[in-house]
Every structure is written in structure tokens, then in C-alpha cells.
């Protein structure tokens, strides 16, 4: 269903112009299943490019990529084939997430049972407050991946992506 009459430019839901900013699918993230990249797009390898050159991409990017040090007049693209990093739908757009898995902690303890296996009372009886920890460790003390995320890295495939300038 098409609207008509509009009386303003037609808005997307973040609120900037189709027709300005987003003219041709400038900024539009390409996935390609082979090391190709399009005459009217660039590979997301973080080049820092002029932004004389490619006034329009700077409009939509502005600095977001930039890293601390990169002279004026200059932006960057996504570096995304150079990272590997997975991409992840939000509201952040451009943070990084650091990679890692929850952490979690294991405990040994032992029970000390008569010969019919019933828990001696005073002895080992969890009721009676004599259960003996033989070890307890967390999985971050012997791996920094533990803790870092609340995630688990899932299955994945490689592919390319490219982002449009023209």
C-alpha cells in the first residue's frame, strides 16, 4: 500500500529522511558468500577515508569507527572482515561486545555414609552441618574467556561484507 499526499518527507522510525540520508542505500552493509566487492561499494576492512571523497557514506557514518588519533577531514569505515566479529542487532550501534562465556564455580564435597548408604547422623548429613568441601575453583581461574560474557559463542559461517559509498 503506497501512501500519497504526504504533506512531509517521509520519515523511517529513527527519524531521518529516506530521501536525504539514505539516497541509493548509501551505508547498506552488502554479505557476499566469496571475496567480492561491487564497483559501488567498499570492503569493511576499516579504511580511513577522505571525507571530501565520500561525502555522502560521511553522512551517514560521521566518525563512529574512528579511531583515537585519526587526523581531521578523515573517517572510517566498519573494520569487520579484519576483526571477525559477529554482527549483533541493538540500539548501541558501533559498540564492541568482548567475546567470552559466563563464568561459573565448582564445588567437590563429600558425605561420610554408614554401610546400608544412609547419611550417619553428626557425621556427614547435610542436616547437620558436617558436609566437608573437599575443593571448590571458579572456571575463570584457569580461562579469562570465563566470566567476560553472558553469552556462548554459537556455530558460524564466514562470509564478506561491504559497505555502499555510491
Same mark, same amino acid.
Given at each position: 500500500?503506497?501512501? /500519497?499526499?504526504? *504533506? ?7 527519524? +531521518?529522511? /529516506? ?10 552493509? +552488502? &554479505?557476499? $558468500? ?23 557514506? +560521511? %553522512?551517514?557514518?560521521?566518525? %563512529?569507527?574512528? *579511531? ?15 576483526? %571477525?566479529?559477529?554482527?549483533? $542487532? !541493538?540500539?548501541?550501534?558501533? &559498540? ?20 546400608? !548408604? ?9 542436616? +547437620?552441618?558436617?558436609? /566437608?568441601?573437599?575443593?571448590?575453583? *571458579? ?10 560474557? &553472558? &553469552?556462548?559463542? $554459537? $556455530? ?7 559497505? /555502499?559509498? *555510491?
Amino acid at each position: 500500500m503506497e501512501i /500519497k499526499n504526504l *504533506k512531509t518527507n517521509q520519515l523511517n522510525q529513527n527519524g +531521518y529522511s /529516506k530521501n536525504v540520508q539514505t539516497k541509493g542505500k548509501i551505508g547498506a552493509i +552488502y &554479505t557476499f $558468500p566469496a571475496d567480492y566487492t561491487p564497483d559501488d561499494c567498499l570492503s569493511c576492512e576499516g579504511y580511513s577515508l577522505l571525507i571530501i571523497d565520500y561525502q555522502d557514506l +560521511y %553522512k551517514i557514518l560521521g566518525t %563512529k569507527y574512528n *579511531k583515537s588519533g585519526d587526523a581531521s577531514g578523515t573517517f572510517r569505515i566498519p573494520d569487520y572482515n579484519i576483526t %571477525k566479529r559477529f554482527l549483533q $542487532p !541493538g540500539t548501541d550501534v558501533g &559498540t564492541q561486545i568482548a567475546a567470552g562465556i559466563p563464568d561459573h564455580t565448582h564445588t567437590v564435597s563429600a558425605f561420610n555414609w554408614d554401610s546400608s !548408604g544412609v547419611a550417619e547422623e553428626g557425621r556427614g548429613n547435610p542436616d +547437620y552441618g558436617h558436609q /566437608k568441601t573437599l575443593t571448590t575453583s *571458579k572456571a575463570s581461574a584457569s580461562n579469562a574467556i570465563y566470566g567476560k560474557s &553472558t &553469552t556462548v559463542q $554459537p $556455530p558460524s559461517q564466514i562470509v564478506h561484507l561491504c559497505i /555502499k559509498y *555510491k
